[in-house]
Nanobody
Framework: QVQLVESGGGLVQPGGSLRLSCEAS??????LGWYRQAPGKERELVAL???????DYADSVKGRFTVSGETAKKTVFLQMNSLEVEDTAIYYC???????????WGQGTQVTVSS
């Protein structure tokens, strides 16, 4: 079992920054990451970090967002810079359990980018 709690969302102007945090508990993890879902849109991967430190990013956030953290500490962060209106969504922390690769999800935190 894995439980995750994310925080750090809020309202920010275009061009601003936010830092999301996620704390997990439970089983050993092989990856931690972030997904987002905007109203009427499909959920999409934003960024992830694996136990070896390698990362993946959605094309839309490359160069603006940075994912960091450690699976061993069960913590992950998402530094979001140069935010755009299109980044508005609910952001979900996710974790991949090392044993069996099962995916777990946090409750989500709202990010709103608006002038």
């Amino acid at each position: 079992q894995v439980q995750l709690v994310e925080s750090g969302g809020g309202l920010v102007q275009p061009g601003g920054s936010l830092r999301l945090s996620c704390e997990a508990s439970g089983d050993i993890l092989s990856a931690l990451g972030w997904y987002r879902q905007a109203p009427g849109k499909e959920r999409e991967l934003v960024a992830l970090i694996r136990s070896d430190g390698s990362t993946d990013y959605a094309d839309s956030v490359k160069g603006r967002f940075t994912v960091s953290g450690e699976t061993a500490k069960k913590t992950v962060f998402l530094q979001m810079n140069s935010l755009e209106v299109e980044d508005t969504a609910i952001y979900y922390c996710s974790a991949r359990r090392a044993l069996g690769n099962r995916i777990y999800w946090g409750q989500g935190t709202q990010v709103t980018v608006s002038s």
